[in-house]
């Protein structure tokens, strides 16, 4: 019960501090480009994904098989490329933490 009430608490804070404390929405438009960087990727593969998945699949079947294969190639490509690099990440985090740590 106090986790519940605990995360509503932080959530409440999280959203309205902004808008009550000028100082942090300053903090936060002085960044703007930051936020923009960071969103600009995930819209654009957004984007792409949906018209790729319209015009490769129907509702329960392939529109263009050829196309459906790139999407899956793709998918995979992507998942395997990501996952190498966080592994890769936590291989060479956890090599510097044992550096510092000796």
Same mark, same amino acid.
């Given at each position: 019960?106090?986790?519940?009430?605990?995360?509503?608490?932080? $959530?409440?804070?999280?959203? /309205?501090? =902004?808008?009550?404390?000028? $100082?942090?929405? #300053?903090?936060?438009?002085?960044? !703007?480009?930051?936020?923009?960087?960071?969103?600009? =990727?995930?819209?654009?593969?957004?984007?792409? !994904? !949906?018209?790729?998945? /319209?015009?490769? &699949?129907? #509702?329960?079947?392939? !529109?263009?098989? &050829?196309?459906?294969?790139? /999407?899956?190639?793709?998918?995979?490509?992507?998942?395997?490329?990501?996952?190498?690099?966080?592994?890769?990440?936590?291989?060479? $985090?956890? $090599? /510097?933490?044992?550096?510092?740590?000796?």
């Amino acid at each position: 019960l106090f986790a519940g009430f605990a995360i509503v608490t932080f $959530l409440v804070t999280l959203v /309205v501090l =902004p808008f009550m404390w000028p $100082l942090t929405w #300053e903090m936060i438009w002085s960044q !703007k480009w930051v936020v923009v960087t960071l969103l600009i =990727p995930h819209v654009i593969t957004f984007i792409v !994904k !949906k018209v790729a998945l /319209v015009c490769a &699949f129907g #509702e329960d079947y392939f !529109k263009n098989r &050829f196309a459906a294969a790139v /999407v899956y190639f793709w998918q995979t490509y992507l998942s395997l490329l990501a996952g190498i690099a966080g592994a890769a990440g936590r291989f060479i $985090l956890g $090599l /510097v933490g044992l550096l510092f740590r000796v």
